[in-house]
């Protein structure tokens, strides 16, 4: 007979994070595999006919404003673009002489 543990393990995945190794990147991680489980337990309560459509679309609709506040809070991604860039870039003069 399988533990607890398997059982838990077998209905709640939970997969090791792979990127960056920062506090916040783990955080945003383990928030994020939690939406995944709830939006998939949502479905399959709509599904299963168990809750309303519309019962189903608001209740992820408020799962992915926890996670996008999360992400938010975290500070996650704001240093994708924030990089600065030479402004005598070549493919500008190329672009002015064609």
Same mark, same amino acid.
């Given at each position: 007979m399988a533990s607890n543990q398997d059982k838990d393990d077998f209905f709640h995945p939970r997969y090791p994070y792979r990127g960056e190794v920062k506090p916040e990147n783990i955080v945003f991680n383990a928030n994020l595999q939690e939406f995944a489980q709830e939006v998939s337990y949502i479905c399959n309560l709509e599904t299963a006919g =168990?809750? =309303?459509? @519309?019962?189903?679309?608001?209740k992820i609709k408020d799962l992915? =404003?926890?996670?996008?506040? *999360?992400?938010?809070?975290?500070?996650? @991604?704001?240093?994708?673009?924030?990089?600065?860039?030479?402004?005598?870039?070549?493919? *500008?003069?190329?672009?002015? =002489? *064609?």
């Open positions: =168990k809750i =309303k459509p @519309g019962q189903a679309y608001h992915w =404003k926890k996670l996008k506040l *999360s992400k938010e809070e975290l500070k996650i @991604g704001d240093n994708l673009f924030n990089q600065e860039f030479d402004d005598n870039d070549d493919d *500008s003069t190329e672009n002015d =002489k *064609s």
